[in-house]
């Protein structure tokens, strides 16, 4: 179905818009870099830092390029960027396009899991609590839904994995995969074994959100007439619940959970790290840390390309269920 005319100029102007973006956050992330107190050649010869000679630094770093102004290192970057080359990770020793799709392809199992199961139990939480509204439940979901969402992400998973791996020892208490093992050699089930802790403390902490936001959405269709309409039909309150509200609640609970994705990106980083798992987010603490700017400026990248397609995706969603939307938007 062809897309209509305003729809399609709204789309245009978001995707040049994303450009602009695109291009301030790489300005950006390369100036923190510059003003970074770490020096990337300290952080790349680590220990044998005082066995190297000023000759050989400077030879390290006319190789690296950081002999150059720091205008001229930005813009033999872009240059490369329009050429399809993101550069060489020095912390991990290979291409930087490379580190990204293998660290990306497990970090995005844990993402998408945690987003799923956040937003299925997020709707679910919401529609209970916000059909009964005042009610002892209600107010657990509500609390539960409050406490969770101003909690430390860190607190909760060094919590997680304390009781669950190393007090119960049920699940694994790090890695994706047991150590030791060829990657190839690790079966799908225990991959899902070492996943489920991080899954699970990441969806805790996002579906909070989307609880409350469900329940509010609840309250109102539960006071509007259709309700009471249902109501003086003879239909019960769960009926009416699941099979109106479900449809009434559910929508906008998946256009925030796409607006939420910068917000799930970031915890993945500080689950990862606790939980030592070999994604995305730790590569991008390991960059950070020993200062390796190639691969820091092509995450910054990533995860900006990555989160600005889930916001247009909740616009989008917005505007094709809310005709309010369209029409406020139409020229």
Do not use: K
């Not at 430390?152 to 998973?157: E, G, H, N």
């Not at 990441?202 to 309409?229: G, N």
């Not at 390796?292 to 969603?317: E, H, K, Q, R």
């Amino acid at each position: 179905m062809a897309l209509d005319v305003p729809l399609a100029r709204w789309l245009a102007w978001r995707s040049l818009r994303l450009g602009l973006v695109m291009l301030c956050v790489a300005g950006l992330a390369f100036g923190l870099m510059m003003l970074s107190p770490i020096d990337p050649i300290d952080a790349y010869l680590g220990p044998q830092m005082a066995q190297v000679s000023p000759e050989q630094r400077a030879l390290i770093a006319a190789q690296w390029g950081f002999d150059e102004p720091a205008a001229v290192q930005f813009g033999q970057w872009l240059r490369q960027l329009a050429s399809g080359e993101l550069g060489w990770s020095h912390v991990y020793q290979q291409p930087v396009g490379d580190v990204i799709s293998l660290r990306f392809q497990r970090s995005f199992w844990l993402l998408f899991s945690a987003w799923l199961l956040s937003l299925v139990l997020g709707v679910a939480l919401g529609i209970v609590a916000g059909s009964r509204e005042g009610s002892l439940l209600d107010r657990l979901i509500s609390g539960y839904a409050l406490v969770t969402a101003s909690t430390p992400t860190f607190w909760l998973a060094i919590l997680a994995l304390l009781l669950f791996s190393v007090t119960l020892g049920w699940t694994p208490t790090c890695c994706a995969g047991p150590t030791g093992v060829v990657s190839r050699d690790v079966t799908f089930a225990t991959r899902l074994h070492h996943l489920v802790l991080p899954v699970t403390t990441l969806a805790l902490l996002s579906m909070a959100t989307i609880t409350l936001h469900t329940r509010a959405r609840m309250v109102a269709f539960m006071r509007s007439d259709t309700a009471l309409h249902a109501f003086a039909q003879g239909a019960s309150r769960t009926d009416i619940a699941w099979r109106h509200g479900l449809r009434h609640a559910s929508l906008p609970a998946i256009t925030l959970a796409f607006a939420s994705l910068g917000e799930l990106f970031g915890g993945s980083i500080l689950v990862e790290q606790v939980f030592a798992y070999p994604g995305l987010g730790q590569a991008t603490v390991a960059a950070g840390l020993r200062s390796d700017v190639p691969l820091l400026l092509a995450i910054a990248l990533f995860t900006a390309l990555f989160v600005s397609i889930g916001n247009l995706t909740a616009d989008a969603l917005a505007r094709v269920t809310d005709p309010r939307i369209r029409l406020a938007h139409s020229p």
